[in-house]
Structures are given as C-alpha cells and as structure tokens.
C-alpha cells in the first residue's frame, strides 16, 4: 500500500499551475537592407571612382616593346 501512496504522490507533484501564461511568440523578422540612397540627383552625371581603373593591369613591366627592340 505504501507503494501505491508514493505513486500517487510522485505523480500530483507537478500539476500545471492556472495562472501560468504561455511563453511569448518570437518576434516579427525586421524588412531586409535594401540598397542605400544616392548621393547625387538623378540629373547628374555619375563621378567616375578613382579606385577603378578600366584598363586591365599590366604584368611583367611593360608590353615587351624593350625585349624586340634589342633585336
């Protein structure tokens, strides 16, 4: 009999509370960084970066012209 009474006990140990609330929901995921504004009017024309260069770059010192001219 005692084994049934600690039964009985072990499981009313953890009744759920009436007054607990549910935990709260995550929150609504923030709008992705769109792209920024421009810093110029629409009007204007664009003001090339000097940190770009068109041209491809140039290995090895120069074109070559030095090595045929030896010839």
């Not at 009436?18 to 709260?24: D, F, H, K, V, Y």
């Not at 090339?48 to 491809?56: H, K, M, Q």
Request: proline share 25%; aromatic share 6%; no cysteine.
């Amino acid at each position: 009999m005692r084994l049934r009474a600690r039964r009985k006990e072990a499981a009313v140990q953890n009744p759920r509370q009436p007054g607990q609330t549910p935990p709260p929901s995550p929150r609504d995921p923030e709008p992705p960084i769109g792209e920024p504004e421009p810093d110029r009017l629409p009007d204007e024309a664009p003001v090339p970066n000097p940190n770009e260069n068109p041209e491809p770059p140039r290995y090895g010192g120069g074109s070559g012209e030095r090595y045929w001219n030896r010839f």
